[in-house]
């Protein structure tokens, strides 16, 4: 399983009501709960970087072969980054946008305008 959980920004959470615990959070779940899924990845942005947690079980993987799959995880996305700084075509949807309530289609319309 992947979960995205967003972006995290301490400018931001600051001004807010509520900040990142500066306690550590512990188990997400009782070691004696059985797992639903062998994988479970997590990731979210804190502070402009990504930040990945991929949990899996002993029982089932080495953790060498955990460490060979976060190093895989990487390697694709620097290529992923890489090819998007270096495609100069390389294209833009709304969701790049998400503060200013677009879509697709409205912003299409905004570039067709500016291309005028």
Not at 14 to 35: H, L
Not at 37 to 65: A, C, P, Q, R, W
Not at 92 to 112: G, K
């Amino acid at each position: 399983m992947f979960n995205y959980l967003g972006i995290f920004n301490s400018d931001e959470n600051r001004q807010g009501k509520f900040r990142k615990a500066k306690e550590k959070a512990g188990n997400d779940r009782s070691p004696v709960n059985k797992r639903p899924y062998l994988l479970d990845v997590t990731g979210n942005i804190t502070d402009g970087e990504l930040i990945l947690h991929i949990n899996y079980s002993k029982n089932y993987h080495k953790s060498s072969t955990m460490e060979e799959l976060a190093k895989l995880f990487e390697n694709n996305i620097l290529q992923i980054i890489g090819t998007v700084e270096t495609d100069e075509s390389a294209s833009i949807s709304a969701v790049d946008f998400e503060d200013a309530d677009l879509t697709d289609d409205d912003l299409d319309d905004l570039l067709m305008e500016l291309d005028n």
